[in-house]
Every structure is written in C-alpha cells, then in structure tokens.
C-alpha cells in the first residue's frame, strides 16, 4: 500500500555532472508523469508515460533531459551535463488506468541543487 | 498544446472571508479540470475536480465552476480557515484519450489571516 517513491529526495551536483532521479509508481498504476517544480513557481509537465503507448516527451526543456520507464513500472529521469538552472523539485505521479477519478498521487519530490 | 493561465499569483483574505482563484485554459478540447493543493513541504494532493459535462460541483467548503464556452473555470473556498493556507494549482486535460498527460496553471499562493 505504499505511496509514489522518489530517490534520492535530496541530490548536490557539481554543473556539468549527470544525474539520474527514480521514480517508483504505486503498483499497477499505468500512467507515469515527471514534474518540474522551480523555487516558488508552478508544476512545469516534464513527460508522461501511459501503459505501452510511446511517451509524450514535449515538455522536456532540452536533450540533456531523458526518461525512460522499464516494464512498465520504476522510472528513471536523467539530466546530462547539469547546468544550474536545472535546480529544482523533480516531482514524479503516477495515476490509474483512467478511471473515474483521473488523480495523480505524487511522490515526495528529488529535489536538485546544481552549484 | 493547452496552456493554462491562473490568476492571482497570491490572494490573502481573512479568516472567515471567502477565496476565489480563476483560470482559463487553451485547448477548446479539455474535458477534466481538477484542482490540487500543495501544503508547505508536501506534495500536490487533489481537493477537487469537474467534468466538461457539469458546470459546477461542490463539496462541503469549496466549489468549482466551469464555463466551457468561455474556457475558463474558478475555484471557490467559502468561510476560508488558516489551514486553507496552501499553493492551489488548476489543471487541465483531455481524459480518456491518448493526449492525457495534464497541464498546471502558475499556481496560487493562498494566505489566510486569523
């Protein structure tokens, strides 16, 4: 019964390192999302997962930013050669086969300090 | 793609008053508009959602409204308490399609004065 889990929930990185962030959904959930959340601002959609269907990647900022998600389940977002805009909360959710309810139940967030 | 604009960035109200915070989306093809809360710290958590189909619901303190002519749609808090104080997000998508992925406005900043 455990909720969305997110690793590691606090990562330092030195600018032009890389960095991967895990996403582990809430079992049989088939829809997977990454979030980026800036200091103070909104949930800026990052990509979205659903089932076997191909990702929408269209909010991914640059190619240095990558996800993929094995079988269907845990997902890994990667952020190549690190620059210090990328600080930010990386939030992951996952939601149900449409369901009535449609709700997304987030993870706690990794949260990413480049210096 | 749909973008969602949400409006005000901060509200303050009084204890007791009532709060309403605005959006309007883009995407004349939306059909699912749920509103969440993000209390200092924690995650998003959803308080609560409506249909292209209705035009309003409500449960117990907090309403939402849908105008789908003009895309726009409101959260409403009546008789507002400090533990409303939050970050309030709306959101739009198209459900039950292939394009579900759900898009956030700026976000609210809600303070509310005892």
Known sequence: GAGVSQSPSNKVT?????????????????????????????????????????????????????????????????????????????????????????????????????? | GENVEQHPSTLSVQEGDSAVIKCTYSDSASNYFPWYKQELGKRPQLIIDIRSNVGEKKDQRIAVTLNKTAKHFSLHITETQPEDSAVYFCAATRRRSNTGKLIFGQGTTLQVKP
């Not at chain 1, 997977?32 to 997962?49: K, P, T, V």
């Not at chain 1, 269907?53 to 190619?63: H, Q, T």
């Not at chain 1, 990328?86 to 990413?112: M, Q």
């Open chain 1, 14 to 115: 030195e600018k032009g390192k890389d960095v991967e962030l895990r996403c582990d959904p809430i079992s049989g959930h088939t829809a997977l999302y990454w979030y980026r959340q800036s200091l103070g601002q909104g949930l800026e959609f990052l990509i979205y997962f659903q089932g076997n269907s191909a990702p929408d990647k269209s909010g991914l900022p640059s190619d240095r930013f990558s996800a993929e998600r094995t079988g269907g389940s845990v997902s890994t977002l990667t952020i190549q050669r690190t620059q210090q805009e990328d600080s930010a909360v990386y939030l992951c959710a996952s939601s149900p086969r449409e369901t009535n309810t449609g709700e997304l139940f987030f993870g706690e967030g990794s949260r990413l300090t480049v210096l």
